[in-house]
């Protein structure tokens, strides 16, 4: 059903992903509240991995602090997040893939597109956001401290009414069933303080001034009546992104459940999107002379160069900060690329990449 593996960000923390379905890779970048495993089982987010696996090769994570990732984490900015977005992306050995941003995950999303516009196909947001949220007023700052004593207090107790707001809040149309599939994640993903050190340092990040510098074909999909990201910020996103096409759902839940037409409009909209991606580049053409050297990927660059210093595979994952697994990969396709192979390949590689230089 999945294959679950485990990256290790710049800092040292362990992220798990898990690999699912078939076609262009999709890298779901990471919600508040996920579980690898407990997601499979459930009646709110099953769905949503069937039916995008069934036009994509899904990559999806769970962030760090949160599910099977490591635990106890303290660091939850910016940068701590987007690196452990990058350590999935290098241990999968991806090249170009489409990225969608669920709810949390957007500013995430859009740095990285920002800093690595030459590895993205396509940017989606559901039911994101560009920044922090708005606490300007009295209202909204007792709101949100009022929020968080309910994590406080009620995150870890054994029945669920406090959790139960928000659960209400993220799928206002569910059933009893999947309400308590709710209440039963928010325990299970991550413990009290991890849920408010990282709500807390969420609230410091705003890269709304970052969106102007995007340059690639973005869908935003965002339910109208969602209570937990309200409609405007996605009317944010849209506006902010030159060329976003905004696809408004008519829902009141923040995760769109199974039997809702909204949800099929999602689906019908998040396919088209990914179709021009299901086209596969022309295979780079190989020949016995030092130019194929010129259809290596940057990443496949540093890794021949680092290797013409001398440096074992080992050696080259910690300069590069990717497991030794990612390096052996990126090799590979080196090989491929230059038409070699056998216990030859590395030195004939590294050679055609000195001649070249």
């Not at 593996?5 to 990471?30: C, E, K, Q, T």
């Not at 990058?86 to 800093?115: K, T």
């Not at 408010?196 to 709304?208: F, M, P, W």
């Not at 160069?305 to 990717?322: C, F, K, P, Q, S």
Request: hydrophobic content about 45%.
């Amino acid at each position: 059903m999945q294959d679950i593996r485990f990256a290790r960000s710049l800092d040292g923390v362990g992220i798990a992903y898990a690999v699912h379905g078939s076609g262009p890779p999709l890298l779901v970048d990471a919600c508040w509240l996920s579980h690898l495993q407990f997601d499979w089982q459930s009646p709110v987010w099953r769905h949503f991995l069937v039916e995008l696996g069934e036009v994509a090769t899904v990559i999806r994570y769970d962030e760090r602090g949160h599910g099977l990732s490591d635990r106890g984490v303290t660091d939850h900015s910016l940068d701590a997040r987007l690196a452990d977005l990058e350590a999935v992306v290098d241990d999968m050995g991806l090249e170009r893939f489409a990225l969608l941003a669920m709810a949390q995950g957007g500013p995430v999303a859009i740095e990285y597109a920002a800093r690595h516009p030459d590895r993205l196909t396509r940017l989606a947001f559901y039911c994101s956001y560009p920044g922090a949220e708005d606490l300007t007023t009295p209202e909204a700052v007792e709101l949100y401290a009022a929020f968080e004593a309910m994590i406080k207090v009620g995150w870890a107790r054994p029945t669920s009414e406090f959790r139960r707001v928000f659960s209400s809040m993220m799928i206002p149309g569910g059933t009893e069933e999947q309400m308590r599939w709710l209440d039963d994640l928010q325990k299970m993903s991550v413990d009290a303080e991890t849920a408010v050190l990282a709500r807390r340092q969420r609230q410091l990040i705003d890269v709304s001034d970052r969106m102007a510098d995007l340059d690639l074909p973005t869908l935003v999909l965002h339910s109208r009546g969602d209570q937990m990201i309200r409609f405007e910020e996605g009317r944010a996103l849209a506006t902010g992104i030159g060329g976003a096409r905004l696809v408004a759902l008519e829902s009141d839940n923040h995760i769109l459940l199974a039997d809702e037409p909204a949800w099929q409009v999602f689906l019908r909209e998040i396919t088209a999107f990914l179709a021009p991606d299901r086209v596969p580049e022309p295979a780079p053409r190989i020949s016995a002379d030092t130019s194929t050297v010129s259809s290596l990927s940057p990443r496949e660059l540093d890794i021949l160069t680092l290797a013409a210093r001398g440096l074992d595979n080992d050696a080259i994952a910690a300069e590069l900060v990717l497991s030794v697994r990612t390096v052996e990969r990126h090799l590979q396709n080196s090989y491929a690329k230059l038409g070699l192979q056998g216990r030859t390949a590395r030195a004939a590689a590294v050679g055609k990449l000195l001649s070249r230089a």
